[in-house]
């Protein structure tokens, strides 16, 4: 028996129910027989069947149904696409590969609404094709969490813009080909204004990319050093220094679909981390009991929480603020439960065995994961880092407290 259940009643009307019918045929009809979840399949396999899994979702046209048809899409509405994320994380299955979290939800998505037609044109296309991966050039060493503070910078010379300054925590850059950057546009501006989103090819000689490894061993993070990188003067998403509006909607389209599916993730955990405590003896154990209950009230208040963003998204309403909400809560509570998972097995999980979860998506482990010290021990490293990627737990606080709360804004 799980701790965990599916709930029966849906915020969704008719129409997505009857799209949510079509993809779990479309499942049924293209995943081998006995599926059981990516992350059940060795790690040296993984990427070769998310590479042809992608090409499958391409040639199916699911890769980005939201889009309007004349850019590749499938033409149907954003609750569509919600519901085939829903589908798919149930399923174990990525949505496409590692970097079109970058290149199709965030940057594919904001083109749409910022994008001129001639962009629109060029860069979707060929981001379904794969001929362009992004990735996403925000965090810098002297600015994380903290946006406005972005130091780099972008010139005019003539028709190109000249981009100096350093980028890090660039996940999967080592796979792109281009890079989103956040640039200050107009130094003289204060803070948030003056900054603009441009739109980089990452070879090319004034552009170095360099790997960081992290406490599991992988390198899966960048750095990457902009001397005088060059870009074309129409490279610019929406308008010169309005980048702040820019790099907000992106990030908005980033944890929008989040919100639904990572408590079903989450709530897959629970389930493992459940099996775990009677594998080694402590279901009975009083305050693993009790640490087990505050991670299923957890998965429970998350689920809340994406049913409520669903409802407003059926209703035409932008999540905004409320997103930190969201981002605050999962961040603490996979620090709690992997914590919970290394008391667990005390020992062993010193010195894991077993596979890790490289390969797989973050910040869940995906359907199938062994249930095993190795990928507990992995999924415990990776969680250190939680509350500070994606803005860090102090950001989302302030943010919580000024935009949703009223509160003060502190002092500068």
Known sequence: MTMTSERAVSPYPESAELFRTRVREFLASHLPPGWTGLGSMPTEEQQVFIDAWRATLHRSNLLAVSWPEAYGGAGLTPLDQLVLAEEFTRAGVPQGGLNDNFSIQMLGSTLLKFGTEEQKQYYLPRILSKQDVWCQGFSEPEAGSDLAGVRTRAHLDGDEWVVEGQKTWTSYGHLATHIFVLCRTDPSAHRHRGLSLLLLKIDQPDLTLRPLKTL?????????????????????????????????????????????????????????????????????????????????????????????????????????????????????????????????????????????????????????????????????????????????????????????????????
């Open 216 to 412: 599991t061993g992988e390198a899966e993070f960048n750095e990457v050093f902009f001397d005088g990188a060059r870009c074309p003067v129409d490279s610019v998403v929406g308008e010169v220094n309005d980048g702040w509006r820019m790099a907000m909607t992106l990030l908005g389209f980033e944890r929008g679909e989040a919100a639904a599916t990572l408590p079903m993730k989450f709530a897959k955990d629970l389930d493992r981390l459940v099996q775990l405590a009677v594998r080694y003896g402590k279901a009975d154990d009083d305050e693993i009991r009790q640490r087990l209950a505050r991670s299923a009230e957890g998965v429970e208040q998350m689920r809340s929480m994406g049913m409520r963003a669903v409802s407003r998204w059926v209703d035409g309403d932008e999540i905004g603020a409320e997103s930190s909400i969201h981002k605050l809560f999962w961040s603490e509570w996979l620090q709690q439960t992997t914590e919970l998972a290394m008391d667990i097995m005390g020992s062993d999980g010193i010195v894991p065995e077993g596979d890790g979860l490289q390969g797989m998506s973050f910040p869940a482990a995906e359907a199938g994961t062994p249930n095993t010290s190795g990928a507990w021990a992995d999924y415990f490293l990776r969680a250190r880092a939680a509350t500070i990627y994606a803005g860090s737990s102090e950001i989302q606080r302030n943010i919580i407290g000024e935009r949703i709360l009223g509160l003060p804004k502190d002092a500068r």
